[in-house]
């Protein structure tokens, strides 16, 4: 569970990067449609697709055989996924293993330890939608936004009577047949483009998903969950407080994450709807006054951010959590092994990293989640160009770079407890614009 990406875990920093404050307008650019004014906030259609059953769709591609069977997948003594034949056995995300194999002893466990087969194809998805629309923002492995405005403006001009299509898959709160599509000709326009990125992530690449259709990130997020698996839900703007205040607490509101809440909760606020209440002035004493409208906001179901394109990520990285690592020669060797697929990874992207980081945690009984130390250094050109190139000794230099930093944190003469390391290439440069330009998402999705 722990020996995430950068991205796998839904932790609150990167809620907080996708939904933090910005312009309304940067998202809708209407410079295609430039008689017309651009569509208005309210007019946005934004998609969140959520594969179903992420790391276990991707084991049952591997083995088809898995289909049928109760399938857990293992991280650890947790079962990170499960597929839903497990979960109709009462087999849940996060659940210990334990737990599993008493509610289902015919579970079959797959490891889920690597995460390469998983980011593979988390990046496919991501490279398949994009080919559709280029406003494509990932959240996490198996998460992508896309803000569809543009395209559904194109249909309303070029097919007007598009406009009176029905919708597809659900609505929220309502018998689908009774929502009147032509009162919400984008939306319904947005639950048929959701069908079919859903049918070309299906038919391509074999997995299913589940999509939310509304006009924010914030809520589309929230409604595409409502019917699971392989179902699509929309939500009219006439609904959205009724979405709200169905959240059983601030911590279910996208954006709030755990140290947000625990400091809300100290100032008495619990449900969605003492954060819609709570005195403005009291937030902004504790938040300061941007976190505290947009915590309003977020209440209120209001997001105005923007989808923002992902581009290929700023830095690569792998780790590993363990109960206790006390020894030299227990940290070379899980360096070493960290590092070897890591400089694969490297060279597969073919940006050459300038700067090398190596994070550790160390055993706290109190302070279990934030005690990571970090120590970086510069990649020397002719070490970094040994990554780029494929030549094997980079490696060599590179681990013994890592120990100069460990030994930098660790008085190794001391008696020292680990709980993770964490190895990471950043500052990334493509060889063709080392005079500036970031790491292009083609050559990055080309890895796959
Ligand atoms: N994951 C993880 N550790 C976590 C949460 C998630 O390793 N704490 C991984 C396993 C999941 C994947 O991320 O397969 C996606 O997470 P989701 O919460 O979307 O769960 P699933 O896609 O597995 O199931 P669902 O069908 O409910 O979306
Ligand atoms: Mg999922
Ligand atoms: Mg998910």
């Known amino acids: 569970m722990e020996n995430s990406d ?6 609150e920093t990167e809620w907080r990067s996708s939904f933090t404050d910005s312009e309304v307008t940067a998202s809708v650019s209407g410079s295609t449609f430039s008689k017309t004014p651009p569509p208005t906030p309210a007019q946005r259609v934004i998609l969140h697709l959520d594969l179903d059953c992420f790391y276990a ?15 857990g997948i293992q991280q650890k003594y947790i079962i990170v996924t499960c597929n839903y034949v497990a979960r109709e056995h009462g087999v849940t995300k996060l659940m210990s293993v334990t737990d599993a194999k008493e509610k289902c002893p015919q579970l079959v466990l797959v490891k889920g330890e690597d995460l390469t087969h998983y980011r593979e194809m988390s990046y496919k998805v991501t490279e398949l939608l994009m080919s559709s629309c280029p406003l494509v923002e990932r959240l996490g492995f198996d998460e992508n936004f896309v803000d569809v405005t543009e395209m559904v403006e194109k249909r309303l001009k070029e097919t007007p009577e598009s406009s009176s299509c029905s919708f597809k898959g659900h609505v929220y709160n309502r018998l ?9 000709p984008r939306l319904a326009l947005g639950s048929h483009i959701a069908a079919e990125l859903r049918e070309a992530i299906n038919s391509r690449l074999g997995l299913t998903g589940c999509a939310g259709i509304a006009t924010s990130k914030l809520l589309a997020k929230l409604v595409s969950g409502s019917f699971k698996p392989n179902q699509q839900t929309t939500l009219l703007s006439e609904d959205i407080s009724e979405i709200m205040s169905s959240l059983s607490g601030i911590r279910k509101v996208p954006g709030v994450g755990h140290q947000t809440a625990k400091r809300l909760q100290a100032l008495g606020v619990v449900s969605v709807q003492d954060l819609q209440l709570f005195p403005l002035a009291d937030l902004v004493k504790e938040f300061g006054a941007s976190s505290a409208q ?15 394109p992902t581009g290929a990520p700023q830095s690569l990285s792998d780790e590993d959590s363990f109960k206790k ?15 070897s697929s890591l400089v694969d990874r490297m060279h597969k992207d073919g940006r050459q990293p300038q700067t090398f980081r190596l994070t550790i945690r160390r055993y706290s009984a109190t302070n279990k989640w934030f005690s990571r130390e970090s120590r970086q250094c510069p990649i020397p050109n002719h070490i970094g160009h040994k990554i780029t190139s494929g030549s094997g000794d980079a490696l060599v230099q590179l681990v013994s770079m890592a120990m100069k930093l460990f030994h930098k944190m660790v008085d190794s003469n001391t008696a020292f407890h680990l709980t993770l390391i964490n190895v990471c290439f950043a500052n990334l440069q493509s060889r063709a614009a080392s005079a500036g330009s970031k790491g292009s998402i083609t050559s990055f999705f080309k890895q796959g």
Do not use: C, F, W, Y
Not at 176 to 184: I, N, Q, R
Not at 294 to 308: E, H, M, Q, S
Not at 334 to 339: A, E, G, H, T, V
């Open 6 to 11: 950068e991205e796998v875990d839904e932790d």
């Open 57 to 71: 769709q991707v084991e049952m591609i591997r083995n088809p055989a898995l289909r049928s069977v109760p399938l």
């Open 176 to 184: 689908s047949a009774d929502a009147k599509a032509g009162d919400h």
């Open 294 to 308: 947009r915590l309003r906001n977020l209440a209120l179901g209001r997001d105005d951010t923007p989808v923002t």
């Open 325 to 339: 690592m006390s020894s030299t020669k227990d940290v070379l060797q899980k360096i070493q092994d960290l590092l």
